[in-house]
Each structure stands twice: as structure tokens, then as C-alpha cells.
């Protein structure tokens, strides 16, 4: 199954230390999305890369947040100095790249748990 | 600002009994309607795009249908398997060009089928 791919599926980290969430995309894929399921909350937009090219990071927190899709292996979604309200679903999703084709097929996500 | 909302909430069905979920929008320009499906703990999993009024797909028991305003899923003769979160979202350009594009999602409808 070539499929979106998340790791590590469950991710547990102390208040102030950082954690790094990983997303390789569907085979054939060029365009990652990243976004964010709070607990009784629906799915937000965070942030929209090609390789090596950040396109929209409108939803992204300012501070403490950032993300890359480097040429060779998996975007990184990186969360500096994480505090309990960082405690979500993250969820990556990729897509063809393709005029005509705009489907996001989605990953099984990352849950972040900060105690 | 782009909104999307569906209703109902949550729905509760006998096992064969037709219904419909809701889902309505505003935005400036729209550029895809999707709908996915999501079961606990898991990645939104795609079912449908529409594009423009009066488009319709159907998969299995699932038909999406798309207005100038909104769209439904209808949903004939559902069966517990059935049963997941109702995800609706509507494509919204980063930017103009050849970017792609975030989602913007609706809450969700949380669908029940009992036996």
C-alpha cells in the first residue's frame, strides 16, 4: 500500500521539550499539507509545501511552529518548546501536483500527547 | 473568510433507513467540494470531489450531490459499517497561479447505524 505515511503514530512529550512529526507522501506525489484535529474540534489548515518550497503557511502559529519538505525524504513538522495546548491529532495529507487533480489523501496522523 | 458547515450534528439511523447530511458554504470562488469519511482514530479517507452545480457521484451506498450553495450526501439503505464522521470541505486557492490549495473543512456529521 503505497499510501500517505506518518510516523510515529502516538508521540508523548514533557512541556518545553520538541517534537518532530514525520510525513512521507503518497507515491507520485509532490504537494504536502499539514493539519491539526483538536480534541472537539474539526480539521484546520496549517501549512502547504512543495519540495523545498513553502507555498501557504497562513494557518501556522507564529511562533514555535515550523515545517519543511526538503528534496530528499519526509516533510518535518517540527513544534519548538511544546506546552499542553499543543496536544492535538496532526494529520498530513498529499496530492498530485497535477492541473485537473486536487484530491489531499490523507495520513493516519500523529497524536501528540504534552504532559 | 471561507465557512463551511453540516448538519446535523449527529444523526442516528436504523439500519436501511435513508437519510441525508447537509453541508453549506460560503466562499469567494469555489474550486472543489470534498467529502471524506473518518472512523475513530483514524485519517480522513476520500470519497468524493464536485466541482461545479448540478454535479453528482455516487460509490456504493453514497451519493454527493452540489448546488451553488451547498451539498448533501445521501446516504441509501446505510448499514453499521457505515457509521464514521462525515467530513465535508471546500478547496480554497493559496494564491492564485498553479497552487493548489488548502481545504477548508466543516465540522463534521458524526453518523450512528444502529443494527
Known amino acids: 500500500n503505497a499510501g500517505v505515511m506518518q510516523n510515529p503514530r502516538h508521540l508523548v512529550r514533557r512541556r518545553g521539550q520538541e517534537a518532530r512529526l514525520r510525513c512521507s507522501p503518497m507515491k507520485g506525489h509532490s504537494h504536502v499539507y499539514w493539519y491539526r484535529q483538536l480534541p472537539e474540534e474539526g480539521l484546520k489548515f496549517m501549512v502547504y509545501l512543495q519540495k523545498e518550497n513553502i507555498i501557504d503557511e497562513s494557518g501556522m502559529p507564529k511562533e514555535r511552529f515550523s515545517a519543511e519538505f526538503p528534496k530528499e525524504g519526509p516533510s518535518i513538522l517540527r513544534i519548538q518548546q511544546v506546552v499542553r495546548g499543543d496536544s492535538a491529532a496532526y494529520f498530513c495529507a498529499s496530492s498530485h501536483g497535477q492541473v485537473g487533480i486536487y484530491e489531499q489523501y490523507f495520513g493516519p496522523g500523529t497524536r501528540l500527547t504534552v504532559t | 473568510e471561507d465557512q463551511v458547515t453540516q448538519s446535523p450534528e449527529a444523526l442516528r439511523l436504523q439500519e436501511g433507513e435513508s437519510s441525508s447530511l447537509n453541508c453549506s458554504y460560503t466562499?469567494?470562488?469555489?474550486?472543489?467540494l470534498f467529502w471524506y469519511r473518518q472512523d475513530p482514530g483514524k485519517g480522513p479517507e476520500f470519497l468524493f470531489t464536485l466541482y461545479s452545480a448540478g454535479e453528482e457521484k455516487e460509490k456504493e451506498r453514497l451519493k454527493a450531490t452540489l448546488t451553488k450553495k451547498e451539498s448533501f450526501l445521501h446516504i441509501t439503505a446505510p448499514k453499521p459499517e457505515d457509521s464514521a464522521t462525515y467530513l465535508c470541505a471546500v478547496r480554497t486557492s493559496a494564491g492564485g497561479g498553479t497552487s493548489y490549495g488548502k481545504l477548508t473543512f466543516g465540522q463534521g456529521t458524526i453518523l450512528t447505524v444502529h443494527p
Open positions: 466562499v469567494s470562488g469555489l474550486r472543489g
